[in-house]
């Protein structure tokens, strides 16, 4: 197999929990930049990557990187680079692009450039002069950056926050990548209780789920790169076999979801489903102020209203008010909570043990972590829907 080089993309602020993820599928030659992981796999590593990776944007194969400060450096360079080892005779590649801080500002033109000379490297090695650009999704990117261009294929299509289980949306939905980073953020493990006071659609628990039993988050759904000449199928059967075998049936669960909203919890329930997880997760109908656990120690993991897109403000600080109520019954709980409320600690009556600036879509948020007494190896936690 060939040794190439793939980019994991992030949101800002999730570098280091995609990193993680990275290295946990044996990957080390590992580097961390702004909004992107670059690390050294091979052909077997686009499949594995797209599979399991559960908090990454994209995974990006990284086909060239060079300087240029002209259109015709650009060009030159551009079809200097073995395109027709990955390209097949009847590839359809879009190219698409972004400039920042760069002579080559205008990113049509950019676009245009690294199009044509990719069809022009294409007509030498297949000795033809025109494409149909009928056949698998290759899409190219040119980023600009400093005078420094990186021509990346996108090897996902669709951005990995789709899952396939999630076809029905509510308001303001959480991406199912950011729900995973959260879910790894708090620490959560599966032996402990993990509540959604305000589920919604159910994407934290669903997300947590599917952490808990270990099961890839993009099982159920195709890739860009499903139809690429130079990862087979086989290698992706495999791939999925091995994954299908490390699923973990054997525990059981102990996550539950709750909200005032009968629509937003069917919603849930369908999700649940889809994903494969119904059955390890309790959905219940129940205003916040009711909230309340017989369990000794859990997490609380939850995506509030902020104000912005849901609710009004008034509603929202009264929200949070009523947060710092019932939470404080839970004395010996976890609670992990994100909004792009600046005050929320003052509300809330209580500072956090760590922050972290965090993005829900162009959001800037702040990862509110409070955390509970840590429990006793031998405790041993339980929790049943009746509970709560």
Known sequence: MARIELIATTAFGLESVVARE?????????????????????????????????????????FGQFKATSFDELFEKTKALPWAEWLPENANFPVD?????????????CQAIVKKAVVEKLKQAYKRSWFDEDGPLFPIEVAMLKDIATLTIDTSGIGLHKRGYRKLVGPAPLKETLAAALVSLSRWREDRVLIDPLCGTGTIPIEAALIGLNIAPGLNREFAASNWPNVPKEIWKRSRQKALSEIRNDIELKIIGTDFDEEALSLARHHAREAGVEPHIHFQRMPLAELRSHAKYGWVITNPPYGERLGELPEVEALYKEMRKVFSTLDTWSFYVITSYPDFERLFGRRADKKRKLYNGRIQCNFFQFFGPKPPKQEIISATPAQV
Do not use: M, P
């Open 22 to 62: 990275v290295k946990q599928l044996g990957y080390e030659e590992v580097s961390v930049e702004n909004g992107k992981v670059t690390y050294w796999a091979d052909e077997e590593g686009i499949c594995r990557s797209n599979l399991w990776l559960r908090s990454a944007d994209r995974v990006l194969l990284k």
């Open 97 to 109: 692009g972004k400039s920042h801080e760069s002579k080559l500002f205008s990113i049509s033109d």
